[in-house]
């Protein structure tokens, strides 16, 4: 957001998760948002898997406030129904592969389907997806966890061709695709051993001193938390 402007509109999508919950808390400290709307599966309903209630939510903001100026989506998971990511393709299982990308690509692309229009046409406004490092296809290098990498490749793709769609109805958009860094939440607990760790908070508000940094140029981009763009 542009330092100067008040009375902003944000959504944080996933505000029940780790990252997500810290994101809301750094808004909602920022005097230059007026509202902060939290949705999550577990404390308002809003399913990734479930579409009528991505169209229910979206319905409800655009019926509070008509247009928005940020939706930040800190949905995703890496573990499923208990089962971890793989290590090798023998143990790819189709049915757990469906479902991260039904959480981590499709559903963020159901996000962009219902909040896109409801950000502003004629000034700045921001959609911003967590994605992770590890779906860049060209920072590859240790292999494993193909089913989670796969999802977030697409969801990169997702939003890269969602961004230049959304840029012509509203040119001053910025859609992106953000990594967090190894951040300390349910989701990292099993796996962040040998990896910088940070803070939800301190996460949070890199990640949002990223988006302050970006204009509508940089829409479409992939950027982690210290605001570098990464390969796709
Ligand atoms: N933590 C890290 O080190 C790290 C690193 C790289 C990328 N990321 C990415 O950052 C994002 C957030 O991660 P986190 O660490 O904050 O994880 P987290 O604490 O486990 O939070 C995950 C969030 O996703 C929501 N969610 C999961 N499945 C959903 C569904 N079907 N419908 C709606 N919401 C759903 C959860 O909602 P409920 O709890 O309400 O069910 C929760 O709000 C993820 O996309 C993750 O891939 C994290």
Do not use: C
Request: proline share 3%; charged share 20%.
């Amino acid at each position: 957001m542009t330092s100067l402007e008040t009375g902003l509109k944000a959504v944080v999508v996933g505000a029940s998760g780790g990252i997500g919950l810290a994101v809301a808390a750094a808004l909602e400290a920022d005097r230059r948002y007026a509202s902060v709307i939290r949705l999550s599966r577990s404390q308002t309903g809003l399913d990734l898997v479930d579409e009528a209630t991505i169209r229910q939510a979206a319905s409800d903001v655009g019926d509070r406030f008509g247009t928005i100026d940020l939706v930040f989506d800190a949905t995703g998971a890496l573990a499923m129904d208990g089962q971890g990511p793989e290590k090798t393709i023998r143990a790819i299982d189709p049915a757990a592969m469906a479902k991260q990308f039904a959480v981590n690509a499709i559903g963020p692309a159901l996000l962009l389907k219902h909040f896109a229009p409801l950000l502003h046409r004629d000034r700045r406004a921001v959609f911003a997806t967590l994605s992770a490092r590890v779906g860049s296809i060209g920072d590859n290098r240790l292999g494993g966890w193909i089913s989670y990498r796969a999802a977030k490749a697409a969801l990169n793709q997702i939003v890269r061709t969602a961004a230049i769609e959304i840029a012509r109805s509203r040119p001053l958009s910025l859609v992106v695709a953000l990594h967090p860094g190894t951040v300390e939440t349910s989701l990292s607990a099993d796996f962040s051993r040998n990896h910088a760790v940070f803070s939800p908070a301190e996460a949070a508000a890199k990640l949002l001193a990223v988006l302050e940094g970006l204009d509508s140029s940089r829409t479409g981009g992939f950027f982690a938390y210290d605001g570098q763009s990464i390969e796709w």
